[in-house]
């Protein structure tokens, strides 16, 4: 089994044939099938002598692979959507090939070394200082987590050791379940919910007089804030600038939450919106959201990478050659020990492209997102419900009710011409186009918008 057998060349042969195809033509969007479905279709695919590699690839391509919507189709506008250039897509096969332990710099030092400039990069565009640093992690909702989770060691640092009766941070009701989800379930912590402006987005004067009317015990316990750079139902960006003044004057933690909209930070036409993020202690971007790379990927960066060591160093005796003075190991900086160089396929494509490619690729989709926006104002028959500040646009079908826009999804996915989801937004359904595909073009979303007639 453990050879490489004349039979394991056919399979990998095949295996790389079908992602050069898949690579190469415009995929479809897909569709989920139910179990029953899958049941009746791919049966029991798994064992005890195996079915082979011909029949494996075979289930995987005629009837596992299309019950996977491909979220990188143009039209599949839902959620947050992601776009992997081919080089970043394909380097992803590379990494899987390759055998590469991320977690330290003992087992991993030419893929942390790349990853780190990439990570370089992005500390650069939000303007930090050059000693900050990090790692790639899964996803937003760890990269939230370890943030915090270092943030409360740090205050608890400060503070000598002594702990408040509760600990508290400061969030919106935009701010992404990850986050509340880390404080509330996770790390047991209170939040202090700021409200937001008539778009959601957290302002510092608000969040100075939600703190001042708090008691002073509950003020007592907060040790960080939450700045969201693009809120991921309405792409809004927070008043970090303000928010900053906040932090500093209480000798807060700021956290800036770009998983979705810190891509921006490359785009010189958005980027004021941005002021203040180089003040953050820490910050996270998804690679595989708004800048091109396959699942899963996100770019945690600490201003001092010092005290996330001090939170998130795992200690062990079969470790401790791991854990040398001056070397880098990603896993000291997030809840994680051992890690796929998952900020390779990023890296490969930033090499291979240059940061101007992704400036104007970024640029080409807001530009598009405002294109969309002009439509849905000129139109008759929708309403733009939020002025965007990046690629989100909420709007609705005026005279719509929540049926109206799950039978007109539905439909659009059934034709295989665009998927995009209902939403909520001030207690109203609507809908949300998110872009972040460079291929989607004005005419994608006209199309879609006439759809709604
Ligand atoms: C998507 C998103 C997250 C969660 O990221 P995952 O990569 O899905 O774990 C967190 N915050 C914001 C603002 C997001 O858009």
Redesign the pocket.
Known sequence: MHRYSPADDRTVRALAEYCLDRLAMDAPLDRPLTPAELESRAGQTVTADGIGGDEALRLWADVLGPACLSVDHRRYLSF?PSAPTKAAAGFDMLVGASSVYGGSWLEGSGAVYAENQALRWVAELAGLPPEAGGAFV?????G?LSALVAAREAALHRRGGQRPRRWSVCVTEET?S??KHALGVVMDVDVVEVPGDERGRMLGSTLRTTVAALTEERRAGIFAVVA?A???NLGVVDDIRGIAHVAADHGWWLHV?G???GAGLAAPSVRGLYDGVEQADSFIV?P??WLFAPF?S?ALIYRDPVQARVAHTQHAGYLDPVTVDGEWNPSDFAIQLTRRARGLPFWFSLAVHGTDAYRDAIERTLAVARAGADLIRAAGHVRLLVEPDLTVLVFERIGWDSEDYTRWSTRLLDEQFAFVTPTRHAGRVCTRFAIVNPLTTEQDLAAIIDSMR
Do not use: E, L, P, R
Request: aromatic share 4%; charged share 15%; proline share 0%.
């Open positions: 947050i899964q996803g937003g909702t760890i939230n992404h990850s986050v969201t693009g809120t991921t939450d998983a979705y909209g998804d595989h959201k899963d996100c």
